[in-house]
Structures are given as C-alpha cells and as structure tokens.
C-alpha cells in the first residue's frame, strides 16, 4: 500500500474526501496528497449605467461559490492485479453522479490535517499514466473541482450576509417590487415604506427596472 511522504521523521496527514450527506459511506482514501491546490471565489456585480461616465459605479449583486482545485494521482502499481480504475477512480465518479436520496449528487468534505473544504464534486478529469502489460490502469492523474455548498439556512442565520445598519445603493432590475427588495436586503418584506418614504416614492408597484434607489439605514438594528 502507498504511504504518505515521511517528513523528519514523522508522516504528513492522509488526504481524504468525506461523504458528509447521505450519511454512512467509507471516507475515498487518496493516500498521495496533492502538491498544491487553489481555491477561487468570485462576485457578481452590476454596473450602473450613468451616461457620460468613463467608469460606471457599480453594485454588488451576489457572491459566487468558491471552488477547490486540486491535481491529484492515484497508484496501485504495487499491487499489479488491482486496476486503479476499481479502487480509486470509480469511487470518485460515483461522487458525480446523482444519489437517490438526495436527488442530487452527494455532499463531500476534502480533508487534509487541519485543512476542511465542503461541497460537491463539480468536475473531475482522470489521464491515465501507467498500464500493466495486459491493459490494467496502474496509475492515474485526476484533475479534481469541488464547489463550496453551505446550506440555505446557515447563510441566512450568518450575521456576515446582511448589513442593515449602513445605507446602501440599490439598482432596480426586472420585476422586483420595493417588497421583495426589502426581503432581498433586510430579509423582511415589511420594510418596504422606509425604502419609500426614503426615495421619495408614492406607488411602491411602480418602480422602474434601472432606478438607482437608497436603502437606508435601520435604525432599530443597531439599536
């Protein structure tokens, strides 16, 4: 079996994706640890079109779920009879595809050491590298891309995700109601009049996608 990499005499921790929903599977062992990985997070924002401006402001619209990437290789060279494919790579794909009972890929947890990332498999592209002399896989790299997943609830109980307490900039888009805009930024619908005694807006179903709107600032919120 392969080992992890002895460093000064002790062992680096052991890699290994987690299957954190649905419950009660065997952790995937990786046993080589990868030698780098990258994690990438992104925003969306909405330029604000003024005319005349070089540089138009812009607002910010949502974040973007981070992703792991990570090459990984997997070996049974010392074992010649078992085919990679069997012990590591088919493991992985199963991972891709849709559980039963989930209705939806399953929820896994890259761990290394102290190190903890959740989320989904959202990509894996496997080159294999070593055959036996009858065909058998041996080894393979595994280009791997998990996606961050957090549940709906634990984003809205996170005290980071709102900010009712600083005034803002609001562009209006298709369909959105001064309703559904105080649930989208106070996430209570019932706000809506201070947004409208604050813009100055007499028909709070009239208002046109492209507005520039103030959202003010709560002042129970801080209170």
Known sequence: MSRPIDFMGREFAEAELRIVEPPGQKPVRLH?????YKRKKENTFAEIPIPGLETPPIQYVRGGSEVLS?????????????????KYVKKLERLMKK?????????????????RFRGVLHS???????????????????????KEHRKLKDQLNDPHESSPDVEKRYVVRAGETLSSISAAVFRDPAHWREIAVANAISDPRAVAPGTVLTIPRLEEAIA
Not at 32 to 36: M, R
Not at 70 to 86: E, I
């Open 124 to 146: 894996l592209e496997t080159t294999y590298v070593l055959f036996h002399t009858d065909g058998t896989p041996l080894r393979a790299k595994l280009s791997v891309q998990i």
């Open 99 to 115: 559980d039963g009972r989930l209705h939806a890929p399953p929820i896994v947890e890259f761990v290394w050491g102290k190190q």
């Open 32 to 36: 080589f640890n990868p030698a780098e």
């Open 70 to 86: 990570m090459d990984l290789l997997v070996d049974t060279s010392d074992d010649p009879k078992t085919s990679v494919y069997d």
